[in-house]
């Protein structure tokens, strides 16, 4: 077998510029004939790791990790030695010298890059061929209109390498085969089924060929192109040798040079969601990979970047992954800030960067990713609105559970003075006094202790309801994979907003992500489940098949019983409203009362549709 020969290695060393290929990965500050960046090996916020560049070696003084940068480029790319020489080599244009070895054996190394190589082939041709159809086979037209649609401009199309996968589902594998791929090679492709070697995992959709950060071909995500219930909105190639979710973004080798040059990135949801930013020029947007963000993704952000946008779906699924997103971010050390949901007065409809491009053109899009705010006032508007919903005559109450709301991530914040000053917008705006925010804090703080201490037996304290249960029963339904049977028909019945039990919202909300994601297993769900408590209860209670008897029945009673409490609730507040409209006989009493009758019959008539069975 071939290796690279010494020389050309020295040659490689002598030639390559340190700092420009470090610069590629991490930014880098000059600072007394040294440069400088966080390190990329360990969390840190201030710059421990630098680069010789006569060395041509880099050293962090924080986890005293060192050595060449050929070693850094492996580690960063995760490459071989020779794959990181040949990287190197290309970026410096220099031509390398191969030589044969003799008795040394870098056979295993080589079938891993021989693999590794035809695997970036395959992914390439597939992608160029995906392409071609989109742009020129009929078949692909209700594709095509659907980018139309969706005002995609035709230089994102190809900026975005967009294609189209035939609807013949075992077209792909016989071009293949014709080609001279063998069987075993496609069938660790990642583009086919694991149990019929020839059907392609992807057929009749809408193709966006996910890229490493050299922009090579590793995966692929297939869009429906309309929208059928039987089918998943997207599907994502599985990981593969060289294909993993958490290294990866999408978009970001389109991005980089913006991210690069601005030290900001834009983090949207979706593949369309990026497209739609860069069309409007905003170039520094990418997006998770079909699941959450992740942290390992946040570090990789944070190589270039400082400032962090995010510009996530203006739904209930989407703010609250909002909420999530920060709290991954804020201990990495990245400054946050959010977009501001479309305004309704203007953009009522668009509940998304691609939804507003369709709307309302790439310049409004623009113009909207500017809206931002910090991502403090952004958790103060949310707690706003928490605290106005608990406001109900209880008017502390309201407050505190918006204090409580804010704490976690106050928690998160490393340095006293923006502590500080989160704790005293947090008075402002709440109206409360500062020093009853840090009380409230302090008691927050010693709860929250005794709570990680005690947590092991304190599942008592998550008491089974009418919502709890009906929502852990359509869960454990979800879960045995009959996802497509209850859950659907669930949220149809029952919106989240008519749901008080706290936990059962919590349920809802992580079963909504799953639907949205794709994801059916428990570690799915439960992942999705923010709480410790809730997540252990669930995990408990689901198996023991409580919740999967009688299904159905479980659930029409259920939904019935919640929308008679609540029903029977609104029917009370009017009875009290009426007592009291009777009472004082202010202005025009007589048209309040009739209003309120009426509003009573109304319930009444649906409280007796209910009870008939409806
Ligand atoms: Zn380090």
Redesign the pocket.
Known sequence: MPYISQKSIQELNDRMDAVAIVSDYVKLDKKGGRFWAC????N?KTA??TVNPDLKSYY??????SGSIINFVMEMDTLTFPEAVELLAKKSSLELIYEKSEGHDSSLDNEKRKNRDELFELYHRISGTFQHILQNNAEAKDANDSLITRSISLEMINRFRLGFSPKDRSWIYNFLIKKGYSKEFLSSSGLFSANYKNISLFSGRLMFPISDRQGRTIAFGGRIIKDSPGSPKYINSPESEIYKKRDNLYGLDLALPEIKKTKTVYLAEGYMDVIALHQAGVENSVAPLGTAFTPDQAKVLKRWADKIIIFFDNDEAGQKAVLSAIQTVKPIGFSCYIVMPPNPAEEKNAKDPSDILQKFGPKALQNHSKSIIFDFEYLLLKAGILYKSGSNGQEYEGKVRALHFLFPYIDLLDSELTRNSCFEAAADSLGILPDAVLEEYRRYISGHKTETITRVKSNDSIQINDELSILLSVAVDYISNKREKIFPNFRKELEIAEIEDHNAKEIYIALEECVRYEEISMDDLLQRISTLELRRFFAEHSSTGEFSANLDKIVTDGIKKIKKKRLKKQQDEIIIKLRTAKKNEEDEPEIIIRELLSEKIRIDNELLKLDQGR
């Open positions: 390190c990329p090996f360990h840190e421990s790791f962090c003084f924080g986890c005293n990790k």
